[in-house]
Structure formats: C-alpha cells, structure tokens
C-alpha cells in the first residue's frame, strides 16, 4: 500500500491519510451550555454539573476523532521521514496516546497538537504528558516554546524536542 499525506497528488496512490481537524474543538469552546457557563461559580456542586455537561458535549467530538485515528494504519513512519530519529517519534507518539487516552499512535506529522493534546475527560492531561516528556528526554520547554507547539503540529513538537535534547 501507497501512503501519502492528504496534500499529495499522486497517480499510485492508493491510501490517504488526512489530518485531524481542529473545527471541532474549536467549536466545543465556543458553545458552553448555561450549566457550563455559570456552573464555574458554584463550588463543588457546579464544578461537577458543568464537567458533565462538558463531558456529554464533548463525547462525540472525541469518538469521530477515535474514528479517524483506528481507520489509519499503524504509525507509519515513511511519512515522518526527516523529522527525527525513530525510536524518537515512537516514543512521544506513544506517550501522547498513553497521555490523552487516544485508541491508537497513529500520528501523522500534519497532525495539530491542538488537537492531539486535548482531552475530553481531564484538563490537566497535556500537562502531565509535557512533564513526563520533559522528564524521559531530560529537557525543559519555555511557557512561548509550549504556547508555540499548541497552535502546531506533531512534526513540530517531535523536531523541538529534539532540538532541545541536543542543547
């Protein structure tokens, strides 16, 4: 089987690997129920009526993209070719998998970390997975490093990485 990225226009090929779309998280953040809303002010009682709320709104956003990702082939890393070592890509695909509860690391580089970051149970997730990346590779991100990645992709995440392991 031929794998090309979405962008490509290829005669041989035979199998096309999109990207995930950011719409729908966007979309998620820009349509809070009235519970979501207003029931941040109300300690406790609240906090677990709008993460509910959130959680239900949120299901079927996080099931298309589960969707998406067990349609691709396991990692294919033909695709990643020039973005770094191997067993690199590897791991922090897997680790954002493990991380954000992700059904598989079928990652392409195109893929937005806005995406691949966000979770739709806890907020806190991507911290946790950063530190952890920090952790295994011995670096540190700036907070403008991080701010950066978000609106980026995972091509540009596995290259900082790197970048940083190297300094």
């Known amino acids: 089987m031929v794998l090309h990225r979405c962008a490509g226009k290829a005669p041989e090929l035979t199998s096309v690997i999109c990207p995930l779309d950011y719409g729908p998280i966007a979309e998620l953040g820009s349509k809070e129920s009235w519970i979501e809303k207003y029931g941040k002010y109300l300690p406790i009682v609240g906090w677990i009526m709008a993460g509910s709320a959130y959680s239900r709104r949120a299901k079927p956003v996080y099931q298309a ?35 954000m509860d992700w059904p598989t690391a079928s990652f392409i580089p195109e893929d937005p ?15 946790e997975m950063i530190i952890g990346i920090e952790d295994a590779y ?9 701010q950066f990645l978000a609106q980026g992709t995972m091509a540009d995440f596995v290259k900082t990485i790197l970048i940083l392991q190297s300094k």
């Open 65 to 99: 993209y589960c969707h998406q990702l067990n349609s691709r082939p396991a990692l294919t890393l033909e695709l990643w070719e020039g973005c770094g070592e191997a067993e690199v890509i590897r791991d922090v695909c897997q680790r954002v998998q493990n991380s």
């Open 113 to 127: 970390c806005g995406v691949l970051w966000w979770s739709n149970v806890d907020g806190l997730a991507h911290v």
């Open 138 to 146: 011995n670096i540190h991100f700036r907070d403008d490093e991080l």
